[in-house]
C-alpha cells in the first residue's frame, strides 16, 4: 500500500481583472467547438495527437485509479475493419432498435447510419474504461470508472479544441466490436469512439442551440413562487 507523501501544491495566483479575463476567454474558445461529421484526409502529425492523449490523462479519476486506456488508430485496414463494424451496428439500430422518439430527435443533427468519417479522419481516438485491474491474477476494482472516464474525455475534446482540431464524440452501439478489432482485454469495456482530425473544406454542423443559462444554473435555494 502507498504511503501519504504530500508535497507543496504548485499554484500560480492571478489577479481577479486576470482571472476574469482567462475565463471570458476560456467560454468564447469552448463556445467556438463544434461535433464535425465531415473531416479533411489531410494528415495531423501524431505527436500532437499524443500530447492531446497526455492532457487526457491528466485529469482526476476515483481514488487516482486513471481506469482509462486511449487506442490511437490511424491504420487503414483496422479503420475499415472499424467503420464497417459501427455501419452493421449503426444500420440495425436506425432500421430496428431506436425508438420512434431517438430517431425523432436524431432528425435535427441530420445523422444516419453511414459513418464514412470513421475512414476519412486520420485518427481514430478509441476510449476503452478500465472496469478492474488483473495483477498478477489478483482482480482489483475501480472507483467512479464512468465518471472518471467521462471526465478524462472531456479533457480530450477541449485538448482537440484546444490544438485547432475537430472531433465528434461517437457512440455506436453496442460497440464491442472495437474490443475484438482492437484485441483488448476483458476487463475493458469501450467508451467512446473519436474521430480527430481538420473539417472538410466547406463543412457543416447542424444549427443547434444550447439551453438558457438559467434553465442550466441555480443560484444556492431559489423560491418556488
Ligand atoms: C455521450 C455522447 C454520445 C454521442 N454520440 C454520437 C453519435 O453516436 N453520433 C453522432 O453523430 N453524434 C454523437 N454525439 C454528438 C452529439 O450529437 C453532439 O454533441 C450534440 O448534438 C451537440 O452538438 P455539439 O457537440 O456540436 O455542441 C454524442 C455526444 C455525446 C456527448
Known amino acids: ?54 492532457t487526457a490523462a491528466t485529469s482526476p479519476s476515483g481514488a487516482n485509479k486513471q481506469p482509462w486506456r486511449f487506442v490511437i488508430v490511424d491504420d487503414p ?21 431506436m425508438p420512434a ?37 489478483q482482480i482489483k476494482k475501480n472507483y467512479y ?6 471526465i478524462a474525455c472531456g479533457f480530450l475534446l477541449a485538448a482537440i479544441h484546444n490544438a485547432g482540431l475537430v472531433a465528434l464524440t461517437h457512440t455506436p452501439s453496442p460497440m464491442n466490436f472495437l474490443r475484438e478489432i482492437l484485441r483488448r482485454p476483458q476487463n475493458e469495456v469501450p467508451y ?11 463543412a457543416v454542423v447542424p444549427s443547434i442551440t444550447k439551453k438558457p443559462f438559467s434553465e442550466i444554473m441555480q443560484f444556492n435555494v431559489e423560491s418556488a413562487e
Open 192 to 202: 467512446l469512439l473519436i474521430p480527430v482530425g481538420y473539417p472538410a473544406v466547406n
Open 1 to 54: 500500500m502507498g504511503m501519504y507523501d504530500p508535497v507543496p501544491l504548485l499554484f500560480t495566483p492571478l489577479t481577479e481583472e486576470g482571472q476574469r479575463e482567462r475565463a471570458v476567454n476560456f467560454l468564447e474558445h469552448c463556445k467556438s467547438r463544434r461535433s464535425v461529421r465531415e473531416f479533411s484526409t489531410r494528415p495531423v502529425p501524431r505527436g500532437i495527437i499524443e500530447t492531446i492523449v497526455k
Open 145 to 150: 470508472v464512468d465518471e472518471s472516464v467521462g
Open 101 to 137: 422518439s431517438w430517431l425523432a430527435d436524431l432528425e435535427e443533427l441530420g445523422t444516419d447510419w453511414h459513418k464514412e468519417f470513421l475512414e476519412i479522419a486520420p485518427y481514430l481516438i478509441v476510449v476503452f474504461k478500465e472496469k478492474y485491474r488483473n495483477t498478477d491474477g
Open 77 to 97: 485496414g483496422l479503420k475499415r475493419r472499424i467503420r464497417v463494424s459501427a455501419e452493421a451496428e449503426e444500420k440495425e439500430s436506425y432500421e430496428r432498435r
